[in-house]
């Protein structure tokens, strides 16, 4: 039993349910999106609502979020399923340290600091327990087969290239360019230096560059064997 507490957040479902310690909260969050309230308020505004305990502040902050926690986590570990059980952890420890957060910068760097570090520990913890990053990469996503339009084919062709960068590198790359986050705002999520982010940046995008055009030739030469 974790801590004496159920945690349940539901990543694929409607229903979000909460129980830890004293806090106990089930947000209903189906059909939040057709709510125009819920489309409307900004996140000081929910984040003032939540800590008073609204549960509907509380569900719109999930969903507004949840698939960016689960994103990150995705990059880092490479396991749908310790994906899965580490957006539950991150939630709900964001909604229990929602006082902590000053206001000073944007929530979602904030919460995406939350998911950063609690992905590289969950690694972490993967490694002494002698998992490898291969079998990790094995466990669940890898892109499926089947017909794809050419968007779908660099999407995967993309995605393929980034699961050949360091856990840590990939999440940095997924940051600067797919969440157009600032060095700034990385070096606050991952705690390192400037230097050593672009020093990170410079050097995956060369990996990335590679790996794409080795992808490209392996493409050509099936192409060419087939002809």
Not at 25 to 53: K, Y
Not at 85 to 110: C, H, M, N, P, Y
Request: proline share 2%; hydrophobic share 40%.
């Amino acid at each position: 039993m974790r801590n004496k507490a159920t945690r349940t957040i539901a990543a694929h479902t409607k229903t979000v349910h909460l129980a830890t310690g004293e806090h106990h909260l089930r947000v209903t969050v189906e059909h939040i999106g057709s709510v125009p309230w819920t489309r409307s308020v900004e996140d000081r505004e929910a984040i003032a609502l939540a800590i008073s305990g609204d549960q509907r502040a509380i569900g719109v902050l999930i969903a507004r979020y949840k698939h960016m926690v689960y994103t990150v986590a995705c990059r880092v570990l490479r396991n749908t399923m310790d994906a899965e059980e580490v957006t539950q952890d991150v939630l709900v420890k964001a909604i229990q340290r929602l006082k902590e957060f000053q206001g000073g910068g944007k929530f979602s760097t904030w919460l995406y600091s939350i998911a950063y570090r609690m992905s590289i520990t969950a690694l972490r913890k993967r490694k002494d327990a002698g998992t490898s990053l291969e079998d990790l990469g094995r466990s669940g996503l890898e892109p499926s087969e089947g017909p794809a339009s050419t968007h779908d084919d660099r999407s995967i062709a993309l995605e393929r290239a980034l699961r050949s960068l360091e856990p840590e590198n990939a999440a940095i790359v997924t940051m600067y360019y797919l969440e157009e986050m600032s060095v700034d705002e990385i070096v606050t999520v991952t705690g390192l230096g400037a230097s050593n982010v672009k020093v990170k940046l410079h050097r995956s995008r060369k990996r990335l560059h590679e790996e794409l055009q080795r992808q490209l030739k392996e493409e050509l030469w099936t192409l060419s064997s087939d002809a």
